[in-house]
């Protein structure tokens, strides 16, 4: 058997709450007309990273209630290891109401919730010694106690522990300090193509707002001479694939072309992909052939955490490993 690593999610577990007609595939939660569907970036990266046949742990927090009880539930046949997540005696599992204005979904991310509580106990410092890989972004940091959590504990990985900042800009919840001292923390940063002119106004360098991939590169490239511990940057294009650029080479993907039930979730696919692929020593197009199947086949799905046949599994690790 291959080698198995450890790789953390760490940040926000929540609940989409939307209407019932908008989304087949939900949960009750509470009432009649809406459904809940469990997500937060970290938590859809950890289960994909599961999938790949990580030990992949979800660090975070929910509240003592019936939505966190069916957060567990619900994760419980996944790959995810569920047994850190912090139980808050006081505030609740996360919950984000979403609206329609028309097709144009509009997000109110409740404040406060279990997850702007995340403690740095001793159990999560011992685990984040021995990871291979972190990931967090900057909506969990919102909150002081939260903030300070995750880049204490990022700071305690090893020297060689992937360090991945999945920026995740999440309005009004994100500001310069955030973004500036998560990326002095991490060694892999991966963003959208819309996220790449906002990263650099909030870090008061010169934004090209084209996103073409030679500016996309260039300004990856901005970033890699801004921050020295960084040794990658992803920027994610959608339906357009991607480009990873390192200090010395670059790639870029055009994306696989799927028939999309919705792109929640298909970032973290694509982010899980590739510190999966970059643990195992991966060339660029590698990883990014990895990271777009992977997103892709996320984008042809309901949600972030669907079903996943095993035949689809092999099917797809195939066409990555050749
Ligand atoms: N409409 C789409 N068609 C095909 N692949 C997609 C589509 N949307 C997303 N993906 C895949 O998921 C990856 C991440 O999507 P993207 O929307 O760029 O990131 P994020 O979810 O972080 O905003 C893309 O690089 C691509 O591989
Ligand atoms: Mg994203």
């Known amino acids: 058997m291959k080698e198995q ?43 994909m990273a599961g999938r790949l046949g990580n030990h992949a742990v979800i ?32 505030h609740p599992t996360g919950r984000v109401t979403v609206t329609f204005k028309g097709t144009q979904p509009e997000y109110e991310i409740h404040q406060p919730a279990a997850w702007d509580f995340l403690d740095l106990s001793g159990e999560w410092v011992q685990l984040a010694e021995r990871a291979n890989a972190i990931c967090f972004g900057s909506l969990a940091q919102r909150s002081l106690e939260s903030r300070k959590t995750i880049q204490t504990l990022t700071a305690q990985t090893s020297a060689s522990c992937m360090r991945v900042f999945d920026v995740n800009l999440r309005a009004p919840f994100f500001s310069s ?81 799927v028939k999309v039930a919705d792109t929640i979730g298909a970032g973290d696919a694509f982010t899980a992909a590739l510190t999966h692929y970059l643990l195992r020593g991966a060339d660029l197009a590698s ?25 689809v599994r092999v099917g797809i ?6």
Not at 24 to 32: A, E, Q, R
Not at 178 to 205: C, F, M
Not at 317 to 322: H, K, Q, T
């Open 317 to 322: 690790a195939a066409a990555i490993e050749g």
């Open 5 to 47: 690593h450890l790789i953390l999610g760490i940040g926000e577990l929540l609940w989409d709450v939307l209407p019932k007609e908008m989304c087949p595939g939900g949960v009750p939660v509470d009432g009649s007309s809406t459904v809940g569907l469990l997500g937060g970036a970290p938590a859809n990266f950890a289960v």
């Open 59 to 90: 660090l975070s927090r929910i509240g003592r209630d019936g939505m966190g009880r069916k957060a567990v539930e619900q994760l419980d046949p996944l790959p995810a290891d569920t047994s850190y997540l912090q139980v808050d005696p006081a």
């Open 287 to 311: 990883m990014n052939e990895a990271g777009n199947r992977w997103g892709g086949w996320l984008a042809s799905q309901p949600g972030a955490m669907p079903p996943l046949p095993e035949s």
């Open 177 to 257: 300090e955030v973004v500036q001292e998560s990326l002095e923390l991490a060694t892999v940063l991966k963003l959208n193509d819309a996220e790449v002119p906002q990263l650099l106004a909030l870090l008061g360098l010169p934004a090209d707002q084209d996103p073409v991939p030679d500016t996309l590169r260039l300004s990856a490239e901005r970033l890699l001479s801004e921050f020295p511990t960084l040794e990658m940057v992803a920027v994610t294009r959608g339906s357009h694939g991607s480009v990873l650029v390192t200090r010395d080479e670059w790639h870029e993907h055009p994306g696989f072309p």
